[in-house]
């Protein structure tokens, strides 16, 4: 089961949170065929943006991490509710690039270093919290602590991991956020840098042991006295329905609606996020045409 737990030191300012994504990355991978270092780039960025969206607060609140570079894997996107639930998809899935001297898969290259990384944090307010930031190495993890460091002014440490198995299933994903609160000394800092050296890259050692996420919190943040504050279950989750395609069928405006009805005489929709097809027939579209389309029964 893929989940969520947050954590704060009792003895020092400091706060963690880790996650445990198997799951939700292989599911994406099925949904967007994705080659694995691909599955790796969105994997790491799922698992960012749900952290990202369970630090949220108020209902409805959701966070949207999109990235930008100039690697063949072009633009991709994360959207991730209160509740950490996340989805996503990736430009260009079929990448295909050699592995880096060290055997790691080359997530960076497959990203980009040239590009930015913007985080949209929709509040349930007038305007969204709009922040972005270059990007450091497209390796995710980096350009994630690097957002908080510019954006937030929060000194952060992320790891993120995706292992790919020989069959290009996923076999382990997680990471973890650790963020010094106001007030940390110096001391803090170097004892959370060395914390974390010694832990090591997530997947080198930490997923193929196949540790839950408490347990990679407790290795990441060895030497602190923690508290367990939450821990649930987190999912690829979409949340799109028959009535926002319809939404969006109309928002084309009733002359592109109406050579949609005349050229092809019915409409397939497939979501971006999800696997999910939408079919309307011509009498289906002709009453979205007219306004009087019947309420959203599903598919």
Known sequence: ?????RVIAKDAPVKAMAIT???????????HRSLPVVTAALGRSLMACSMMGDQLKGEGASVTLRIKGDGPMGSLTAVADMEGNVRGFVQNPAVLLPLKPNGKLNVGGAVGTEGTLTVIKDLEMKEPYVGMVPLVSGEIAEDITAYFAVSEQIPSACALGVLVDTDQSVLRAGGYLIQLLPGASEEVVEKVEAAVAALGPVTSALLEEGMNAEELLRRA?????????ERHKVEYKC???RQRVKNALVSMGPQ???SLI???GQAELTCQFCDAVYRFQREELEELLQG???GDKGE
């Open 256 to 258: 592109e609606l109406r």
């Open 292 to 294: 009087e389309g019947p």
């Open 239 to 241: 949340y799109c329905s």
């Open 21 to 31: 994504g198997r799951d939700l990355v292989e599911r994406a991978r099925q949904i």
């Open 1 to 5: 089961m893929d989940e969520i737990v």
């Open 221 to 229: 943040l060895s030497g602190f006295e923690l508290e367990t504050l």
């Open 262 to 264: 005349e050229e092809q």
